[in-house]
């Protein structure tokens, strides 16, 4: 069974700074899709990035890129210049592409805390 | 935003009493997923749905059901609730070429007492 493993349950930045989230997985696929998932005190989940497996270069969104290493099954997040809206929980989550119901598998989560 | 709504967004009940939560969506996606979250978990896959009248077990559908008979409606139920159903609960959709992508509705706050 895939699971996923958020080693550092909670960080901390300073604003302005540059932060870095680990994630490994456990995986006998060849062929998945990853992502990193935001949940601020709102609780509202938000998707932050998404790496299709397949792919050599690493996915970038704006202040936020991943560090993909397939052959580790390593996939962390990098947070550059932190904001403090960056502040919330952030899971790591594995999919398989088989079919259409297959279902995320998160880690537990790491707690970001930016500082001013 | 991926036009999910859920409601009630929070609810208290009492055990043993049924409880039933809505996700509803305004954008015609086929795949539709039921998730819990609790302290020290990520989200939990509770059910899902392919299709009207298409759904499937996830890894801790003991003590729910859901039901879909529109497309836009998803429906979730505790038949008798337990306190170990208090919970945040998710509705998702997927999309993407192999439905890969999901997005979350905003969540159901939910405490059986």
């Known amino acids: 069974a895939q699971t996923v493993t958020q080693s550092q349950p909670e960080m901390s930045v300073q604003e302005a700074e540059t932060v870095t989230l680990s994630c490994t997985y456990d995986?006998?696929?060849?062929?998945?899709?990853l992502f990193w998932y935001k949940q601020p005190p709102s609780r509202q989940m938000i998707l932050v990035i998404r790496q299709e497996a397949y792919k050599q270069q690493n996915a970038t969104e704006n202040r936020f890129s991943v560090n993909f290493q397939k052959a580790a099954k390593s996939f962390s997040l990098k947070i550059s210049d932190s904001q403090l809206g960056d502040a919330a929980m952030y899971f790591c989550?594995?999919?398989?592409?088989?079919?259409?119901?297959?279902?995320?598998?998160f880690g537990k989560g790491t707690k970001l805390t930016v500082n001013p | 935003d991926a036009g999910i709504t859920q409601s009630p967004r929070h609810k208290v009940t009492e055990t043993g009493t049924p409880v039933t939560l809505r996700c509803h969506q305004t954008?015609?996606?086929?795949?539709m997923y039921w998730y819990r979250q609790d302290p020290g978990h990520g989200l939990r896959l509770i059910h899902y749905s392919y299709g009207v009248k298409d759904t499937d077990k996830g890894e801790v559908s003991d003590g729910y059901s859901v039901s879909r008979s529109k497309t836009e409606d998803f429906l979730l139920t505790l038949e008798s609730a337990t306190s170990s159903q208090t919970s945040v609960y998710f509705c998702?959709?997927?999309?993407?070429?192999?439905?890969?992508?999901?997005?979350f509705g905003p969540g159901t706050r939910l405490l059986v007492l």
């Open positions: 995986t006998s696929e060849s062929d998945y899709y």
């Open positions: 989550a594995y999919r398989t592409p088989q079919g259409g119901s297959e279902k995320l598998v």
């Open positions: 998702a959709i997927s999309e993407g070429v192999e439905q890969e992508t999901q997005y």
């Open positions: 954008e015609n996606h086929r795949y």
